[in-house]
């Protein structure tokens, strides 16, 4: 069954249910699967439904709990935006979850959606591994990105505003970014613009100091693409950094998009990790 509001042809969810976080703000999450439970943070650019290969390769075996990002999908939102808030989010779900399941939980973030879940991590006892996969905290924009993103979604071209990123962050080439518009969730993709400078503004706004993630002790595995933009492998290495027993998998031949590209290879390394 596909619950209320889920998107037809999206993924087939068995249950939807929400979950209140610090400030108030609704965080929608989305369940499929039996096994142990693991919480999917997305990235940009897209809600759950980023997830929906990995949960296809998953769900016999493992329980997904993909929540929407603030801002995202059935998720709330609030008039300001810090990314702290966004820590709250995931340790909110975090704790929903492992009382749902007696447990503790695994916890698996990709790109934005993993630097949210590191500091989630940091505020949730309830963390029995955590897996990220390029997390984008410290990361730096070419100079004017950010600024003309923002010019683009006030003048109501969001697909100027996506495409902005996807050139000068991801670094992806003409090809790949027609691939991605000829996809069916490239007005979903759209419908994210709004999100995508206050993002980057607290990738580049964040200052590392020591001992901020020292209350992670959760066995870490860290995964970052051979063909990554140099930049995103750089803020991977100060994740490693910053969080004790953390493991570095080299995703060798790809680049930022392994989940979705080869879901399968992907789906196979976690099921190992959290097993």
Partial sequence: MSPAGHTPGAAEFAERFDVTSSDGTSIA???????????????????????????????????????DRRGFGASGDAPEYHIEREFDDVA?????????????????????????????????????????????????????????VELAVADGDPERAIVLILTNALEMS?????AMKAGPLWAARLATAPTVAREGRAEEGWVWT????ATITAPTLMLVGSDSPPALVRCTQLAADAIANTRIHVLAG?????????PAAIAALVREFIA
């Avoid at 020591?210 to 993630?213: A, D, E, L, R």
């Avoid at 790809?254 to 080869?262: E, K, M, P, V």
């Fill in 29 to 67: 999450v989305w369940v499929r699967g039996a096994g142990p439970a693991l919480v999917l943070v997305h990235g940009s650019f897209l809600d759950h439904r980023r997830w929906d290969p990995i949960v296809a390769e998953l769900f016999r075996s493992v329980t997904t709990f993909a929540m």
């Fill in 92 to 148: 909110a779900v975090v704790d929903a979850v492992a009382a749902r399941s007696g447990g503790p939980v695994a916890l698996w973030g990709h790109s934005f959606g993993a630097s949210c879940a590191m500091g989630g991590a940091a505020r949730s006892a309830n963390v029995g591994r955590l897996i990220l996969y390029e997390p984008s905290l410290g990361l730096t924009y070419p100079p004017g990105t950010l600024d003309a």
């Fill in 174 to 178: 003409d090809e790949e970014i027609a």
């Fill in 210 to 213: 020591p001992g901020q993630f």
């Fill in 254 to 262: 790809h680049g930022h998009l392994a989940h979705i590209t080869h």
